[in-house]
């Protein structure tokens, strides 16, 4: 079955503009999780959503936004862009959900963002 | 918060079994050790997890102390292609998909 999808895959933006990325769950995935991977800080957990409903967030400002579509596919949203934020996003989908224990995690190839 | 403790690098001859360790010494009754691991560019992978018994998959076995403050990742027979960044994580019910991932543990695999 197809994996998960992330689209852009690359993209290039200046400081101050925002960026929208979107994230294709597996079919029948109902739980996406977004994070953030850069060379200083690693892989760092944005946000997780289930159901259209924000489940977690991590500890990043109200600048990282994210929503969940009601047939599972997902956006997050980065404004006011800062330098700090170019880094390679990744989503994860899983059939995890409040009912079930943390489960295993599939992630895209991730969106790379370069902010100049 | 780093709820884990993995060494930085290590090297592994192919064919032979890679044995990852990690310290988990604060773990609670409720939470999973869950094994990932990230080949350069591309996402993280799942490998395995477990509560407390030892687990084997198709990828690698799991053991866990009877403890539960550590656990090894082994790899059987390591190939080129298991050269990755290993992350050991801690996660419980309730939390989500909500993941530390930590630094990891770098792993060479030498032909």
């Known amino acids: 079955k197809a994996g998960v999808t992330q689209t852009p895959r690359y993209l290039i933006k200046t400081r101050g503009q925002q960026v929208t990325l979107s994230c294709s769950p597996i079919?029948?995935?109902?739980?996406v999780s977004w994070y953030q991977q850069t060379p200083g800080q690693g892989l760092q957990f944005l946000f997780e959503y289930f159901s259209e409903t924000q489940r977690n967030k991590g500890n990043f400002p109200g600048r990282f936004s994210g929503r969940q579509f009601s047939n599972s596919r997902s956006e997050m949203n980065v404004s006011t862009l800062e330098l700090g934020d170019s880094a390679l996003y990744l989503c994860?989908?899983?059939?995890?959900?409040?009912?079930?224990?943390?489960?295993?995690?599939?992630f895209g190839e991730g969106s790379r963002l370069t902010v100049l | 918060d780093a709820k884990t403790t993995q060494p930085p690098s290590m090297d592994c001859a192919e064919g032979r079994a890679a044995n990852l360790p990690c310290n988990h010494s604060?773990?609670?009754?409720?939470?999973?050790v869950y094994w990932y691991r990230q080949i350069h560019s591309q996402g993280p992978q799942y490998i395995i997890h477990g509560l407390k018994n030892n687990e084997t998959n198709e990828m690698a076995s799991l053991i866990i102390t009877e403890d539960r403050k550590s656990s090894t990742l082994i790899l059987p027979h390591a190939t080129l292609r298991d050269t990755a960044v290993y992350y050991c994580?801690?996660?419980?019910?309730?939390?989500?998909?909500?993941?530390?991932f930590g630094t990891g543990t770098s792993l060479t695999v030498i032909p």
């Open positions: 079919s029948g995935h109902r739980s």
């Open positions: 604060t773990i609670s009754g409720n939470e999973y």
């Open positions: 994860a989908s899983s059939l995890a959900g409040p009912e079930i224990a943390t489960g295993e995690l599939f």
């Open positions: 994580i801690v996660s419980g019910e309730g939390t989500g998909n909500q993941f530390y």
